[in-house]
């Protein structure tokens, strides 16, 4: 089945840039997202690319896709404490309305 | 818009109980909503798919007799936790597929998720 990974955690100065990596194994992914979940909430969806995209930039996010190595990373430009949080990445082959595989989650805190 | 509320936001219950937690699209219909469960410090596992007017679609491992899942209009999903155990201890979350002009929208709106404890 497929396979989402991503780093448990990381740490970042405020002001600095923060870059969450992910890898996927589903060769058929088409869509790929990112969440973010605040303590005790749901998800917000951050910004998504498609597959034949190798970037997408949104305010202070970029999103890069590596397709052949199957990798996608969220950088976040001047990282703010209000941007900690857990960071998901979630690939559909369907789209987001469909079925989600989610990643493991990458807690992101940022220290002053 | 597309806010998808959940209720209740948090329920403790004794073991042996049921449980049921609703999940609504405020302001769009939804003829599909999904069901996960998320444990702590860890990801959000798929447990089914609920469609309007008919059967959920359970994912592989999950009980449907343990978790029933009623979808009965376009803007409210149930989910209930038949005799609840402490294993059933979790964080529920469900969301909302957008459908609009007859194409599904890519993307999919979470509900604040519903914390329960069973004791």
């Known amino acids: 089945g497929e396979d989402v990974e991503q780093s448990l955690f990381l740490s970042v100065r405020e002001g600095d840039s923060s870059v969450i990596n992910c890898t996927y194994t589903?060769?058929?992914?088409?869509?790929l997202y990112w969440y973010k979940q605040e303590p005790g909430a749901g998800l917000q969806l951050l910004t998504y690319?498609?597959?034949?995209?190798d970037m997408k930039q949104d305010q202070r996010l970029t999103v890069l896709l590596n397709k052949k190595d199957k990798h996608l990373s969220l950088r976040i430009a001047d990282t703010q404490t209000g941007d900690s949080a857990i960071y998901f990445c979630?690939?559909?082959?369907f789209g987001g309305g469909n079925k989600l595989t989610f990643g493991t989650g990458t807690q992101l805190k940022v220290e002053l | 818009g597309a806010v998808v509320s959940q209720h209740p936001s948090w329920v403790i219950c004794k073991s042996g109980t049921s449980v049921k937690i609703e999940c609504r699209s405020l302001?769009?219909?939804?003829?599909?909503m999904f069901w996960y469960r998320q444990f702590p410090k860890q990801s959000l596992m798929l447990m089914a798919t609920?469609?309007?007017?008919?059967?959920?679609?359970?994912e592989q491992g999950v009980e449907k007799d343990k978790f029933l899942i009623n979808h009965a209009s376009l803007t409210l999903s149930t989910l209930t936790v038949t005799s609840a155990h402490p294993e059933d201890s979790s964080f529920y979350i469900c969301?909302?597929?957008?459908?609009?002009?007859?194409?599904?929208?890519?993307?999919?709106?979470f509900g604040p998720g519903t914390r329960l404890l069973v004791l």
């Open positions: 969301s909302a597929r957008v459908q609009t002009s007859g194409r599904y929208r890519e993307t999919q709106y």
């Open positions: 589903d060769s058929s992914s088409t869509y």
């Open positions: 690319i498609f597959s034949n995209m």
């Open positions: 979630a690939e559909s082959p």
């Open positions: 302001d769009f219909q939804a003829t599909t």
């Open positions: 609920s469609n309007e007017g008919s059967k959920a679609t359970y």
